[in-house]
């Protein structure tokens, strides 16, 4: 053993880094390399939890987590509701037990769906040990990637405006960040599901407006929100969102003549030789009812 490390007082010991994994939308393809990596090297995981049952995110984690190898694994209950105090306390709670073992030296991997820093919890971690800890985050596929994906529409292109607007805001304030915007994801729709539909409504945009749930996941549903109002008023599925395109902009592509390019440029479109894009419901009638969701 090397003179230093003898010498080293046990209270001298490197603490553990904190990661912040984003583990993606749902499907389990989608996590990174990265994130991987680093989950399979992880002696310590923790991951937000209701009171019972194992979340999202660590069920989306569970591939790679299946590999016989022992973890510590720390469960941040909460009830998910309006109130905070429980949530704080919940954070606080976790926040010391992952102090424990980062003290200790040992790595504490934090799953994350999607990705942690986009509306994601992991920043009430992160402020309550950053001072204390080394902190690496792992980007994740975010949500608002996956919906438009399952939607196959471009969220938003060139020099568009675009908002992603949490479902809880009042109607107000979601009419007033539309009227600015080209594009707009309405997250968190769940019982704020007739107020949205209303504001969409009275701006004439409701015709346009696509409902992306579960996105990548078994479950996946895109309809446009109109099929989703026929069948309830009441609430949408919490991992849901609203994507509304107002802009007026197209990706129509001119064909070459592959003969005068080479080969090289040809471009791929649908039939009518338009690549597919954003738009008020360019072939939207082709994607309905999870058809394109993954197909999972
Ligand atoms: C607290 S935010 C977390 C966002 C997450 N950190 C991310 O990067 O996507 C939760 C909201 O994200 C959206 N969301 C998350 N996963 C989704 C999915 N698979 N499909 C559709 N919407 C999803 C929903 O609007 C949900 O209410």
């Given at each position: 053993?090397?003179?230093?490390?003898?010498?080293?007082?046990?209270?001298?010991?490197v603490?553990?880094?904190?990661?912040g994994?984003?583990?993606?939308?749902?499907?389990?393809?989608?996590?990174?390399?990265?994130?991987?990596?680093?989950?399979?090297?992880?002696p310590?995981?923790?991951?937000?939890?209701?009171?019972?049952?194992?979340?999202?995110?660590?069920?989306?984690?569970?591939?790679?987590?299946?590999?016989?190898?022992?973890?510590?694994?720390?469960?941040?209950?909460?009830?998910?509701?309006?109130?905070?105090?429980?949530?704080q306390?919940?954070?606080?709670?976790?926040?010391?037990?992952?102090?424990?073992?980062?003290?200790?030296?040992?790595?504490?991997?934090?799953?994350c769906?999607?990705?942690?820093?986009?509306?994601?919890?992991?920043?009430y971690?992160?402020?309550r040990?950053?001072?204390?800890?080394?902190?690496?985050?792992?980007?994740?596929?975010?949500?608002?990637?996956?919906?438009?994906?399952?939607?196959?529409?471009?969220?938003?292109l060139?020099d568009?405006?675009?908002?992603?607007?949490?479902?809880?805001?009042?109607?107000?304030?979601?009419?007033?960040?539309?009227?600015?915007?080209d594009?707009?994801?309405?997250?968190?729709?769940?019982?704020?599901?007739a107020k949205?539909?209303?504001?969409?409504?009275?701006?004439?945009?409701?015709?346009?407006a696509?409902?992306?749930?579960?996105?990548?996941?078994?479950?996946?549903?895109?309809?446009?929100l109109?099929?989703?109002?026929?069948?309830?008023?009441?609430?949408?599925?919490?991992?849901?969102?609203?994507?509304?395109?107002k802009?007026?902009k197209?990706?129509?592509?001119?064909?070459?003549?592959?003969?005068?390019?080479?080969?090289?440029?040809?471009?791929?479109?649908?039939?009518?030789?338009?690549?597919?894009c954003s738009?008020?419901?360019?072939?939207?009638?082709?994607?309905?009812?999870?058809?394109?969701?993954?197909?999972?």
């Amino acid at each position: 053993m090397s003179p230093s490390v003898t010498a080293l007082p046990a209270h001298s010991v490197v603490s553990g880094t904190l990661w912040g994994v984003g583990v993606g939308p749902g499907d389990p393809e989608l996590l990174t390399l990265k994130a991987v990596r680093v989950l399979r090297a992880a002696p310590v995981i923790a991951y937000l939890a209701p009171l019972e049952g194992k979340g999202l995110a660590r069920r989306i984690a569970a591939a790679v987590l299946e590999d016989g190898i022992a973890r510590t694994e720390i469960a941040l209950r909460m009830r998910f509701t309006v109130d905070r105090h429980s949530a704080q306390a919940a954070y606080d709670h976790g926040a010391a037990a992952i102090a424990g073992h980062l003290v200790a030296g040992r790595d504490v991997a934090v799953l994350c769906e999607g990705d942690p820093l986009f509306f994601g919890s992991f920043a009430y971690i992160m402020a309550r040990l950053e001072a204390r800890f080394p902190v690496e985050v792992i980007p994740g596929v975010g949500s608002l990637a996956a919906c438009s994906a399952a939607l196959r529409q471009a969220f938003a292109l060139l020099d568009d405006r675009a908002a992603v607007i949490p479902a809880s805001r009042t109607a107000d304030e979601i009419t007033a960040t539309l009227a600015v915007v080209d594009a707009a994801a309405i997250i968190k729709v769940g019982r704020h599901l007739a107020k949205v539909a209303g504001v969409l409504e009275r701006l004439g945009l409701l015709e346009r407006a696509w409902h992306v749930e579960r996105a990548s996941q078994p479950e996946a549903r895109v309809r446009p929100l109109t099929a989703v109002m026929a069948e309830t008023r009441e609430a949408a599925a919490y991992f849901s969102m609203v994507l509304v395109y107002k802009g007026e902009k197209t990706c129509d592509v001119v064909k070459e003549d592959p003969s005068n390019s080479g080969g090289g440029a040809w471009p791929v479109g649908r039939e009518d030789g338009a690549a597919h894009c954003s738009g008020p419901a360019r072939g939207a009638s082709a994607r309905v009812q999870g058809a394109g969701a993954g197909g999972r």
